[in-house]
């Protein structure tokens, strides 16, 4: 079966951290672009971040950049996202996703595969 599985969640303090991640069966991730996505309550599902499968630099949207890091590990199948100085603004469903594409991109249809989600909740 074919399928990604998030972990890592949780609830956590504004300026802490929490390192989500997106683990891979039935398929090799390595092979896959892989994103992550967000969706607030009542808000759209947003590009967060992205890895390509043709290497090149991961991409990080604009309210994450230099605070979330994305990393593949190829041994364990899997793809991390390092949270790092979280805000109250990143609470949200995380999820990951994996597209069989060139390079990075946020468009939601071009994802083939998609997790079931993490909650992140930050708040005091």
């Known amino acids: 079966q074919l399928q990604l599985v998030e972990s890592g969640g949780g609830l956590v303090q504004p300026g802490g951290s929490l390192r989500l991640s997106c683990a891979a069966s039935?398929?090799?991730?390595?092979?896959?672009?892989v994103g992550w996505f967000r969706q607030a309550p009542g808000k759209e599902r947003e590009g967060v971040s992205c890895?390509?499968?043709?290497?090149?630099?991961?991409n990080y949207a604009d309210s994450v950049k230099g605070r979330f890091t994305i990393a593949r590990d190829s041994a364990k199948n899997t793809v991390y996202l390092q949270m790092n100085d979280l805000k109250p603004e990143d609470t949200a469903e995380y999820y990951c996703?994996?597209?069989?594409?060139?390079?990075?991109?946020?468009?939601?249809?071009?994802?083939?595969?998609w997790g079931q989600g993490t909650q992140v909740t930050v708040s005091s």
């Open positions: 996703a994996a597209a069989m594409i060139i390079g990075c991109s946020y468009v939601r249809p071009r994802y083939h595969y």
């Open positions: 039935g398929f090799t991730l390595d092979y896959y672009t």
């Open positions: 890895i390509s499968s043709s290497g090149g630099s991961p």
